[in-house]
């Protein structure tokens, strides 16, 4: 059984900062690893992305405030979320890649074939 989970979400201050895991069980991650996040009404939108290899992609809208990170051996992915703004409150989701893929394309939905259950951040001003 192939199974996502993410923790580390909650309730936090603008400006504040909170760090989310990822711990993927029933089968290695051998390429890429991504964050996504969904607002209420709105659609899922990428965050940040991070290669086999460690080469990393964010969004406009978290770069320089987001850090992805991974431990391959353990199965693990990271995001450490820096001067959190309102317009963050989201449920954010983990998603793996069992494929090969072009690594341009980690912020694409449609390239991930393994996604966790989500995790609340909500961020108050």
């Known amino acids: 059984q192939v199974q996502l989970v993410e923790s580390g979400g909650g309730l936090v201050q603008a400006g504040g900062s909170l760090s989310l895991s990822c711990a993927a069980s029933?089968?290695?991650?051998?390429?890429?690893m991504g964050w996504f996040r969904q607002a209420p009404g709105k659609e899922r939108e990428f965050v940040a992305a991070i290669s086999r290899g460690g080469s990393t992609y964010y969004a406009d809208t978290v770069k320089g405030r987001f850090t992805i990170s991974r431990d391959n051996a353990k199965n693990l992915m990271y995001l450490q979320m820096n001067t959190l703004k309102p317009e963050d409150t989201a449920v954010y989701y983990c998603?793996?890649?069992?494929?090969?893929?072009?690594?341009?394309?980690?912020?694409?939905?449609?390239?991930?074939?393994?996604w966790g259950q989500g995790t609340q951040v909500t961020v108050s001003s």
């Open positions: 029933g089968i290695f991650i051998r390429y890429g």
């Open positions: 998603a793996g890649q069992a494929n090969y893929g072009l690594e341009s394309e980690l912020r694409f939905r449609g390239v991930y074939d393994y």
